[in-house]
């Protein structure tokens, strides 16, 4: 068996798709550490998640970065995820909603504003201060 994945596009040995792998996971829980410290919001890492850069960030699951804000709690998640999916007629797992689900661009904007719906009591009020961005 080869040590390389071949296709048209690439010739990376297995080490090195790994290694990606691996830079994609610490990539995302330092941005989940900073979003438990406080020092960027779910704004910024939906803004970041655009970039090249950012890229790794489209994967994480929107319950795990509403459960590591501060003030986060599993029932506020599944909540906040339920209302957003009701909101825009979408029949899925709480669970299966990532980032890319969000910022998908097929969806213009109605996913990224129901989640903002359902994340305001106060409809007047955007959810964060930098919302959208």
Known sequence: ?????????????????????????????????????GAVDLSDVLRQSKTDEGSPLAALGLRDILNTAPGGTPAKANKTIQRT??????????SAVKVRWLTDRRASVRRLTSLADAMTRDSRKAPSATWPW
């Open 85 to 94: 999916l009701d909101g825009v007629g979408v029949e899925m797992r709480p």
């Open 1 to 37: 068996m080869s040590d390389h994945i071949t296709s048209p596009h690439n010739r990376l040995s297995v080490e090195e798709l790994n290694e990606r792998r691996r830079a994609a996971r610490r990539y995302r829980a330092e941005w989940l550490l900073a979003l438990r410290a």
